[in-house]
């Protein structure tokens, strides 16, 4: 998962907002098949469209 989709504020590090061992919910952006890549937000609900 990118930094930039950790959380909806600019944060430095990953560990601003997340220790070892936490549990998250995420969800799927987009999917490269092609690359063997998943790519995954934990801002909220992506909206359907």
Same mark, same amino acid.
């Given at each position: 998962?990118?930094?930039?989709? /950790?959380?909806?504020?600019?944060?430095?590090?990953?560990?601003?907002?997340?220790?070892?061992?936490? /549990?998250? !919910?995420?969800?799927?952006?987009? /999917?490269d098949e092609a690359?063997?890549?998943?790519?995954?937000?934990? !801002?909220?609900?992506? !909206?359907?469209?």
């Amino acid at each position: 998962m990118h930094i930039s989709q /950790i959380a909806n504020r600019r944060i430095r590090h990953p560990s601003e907002v997340l220790k070892v061992g936490d /549990i998250v !919910k995420v969800w799927v952006l987009s /999917i490269d098949e092609a690359k063997g890549r998943i790519g995954l937000t934990m !801002k909220g609900e992506p !909206k359907k469209g």
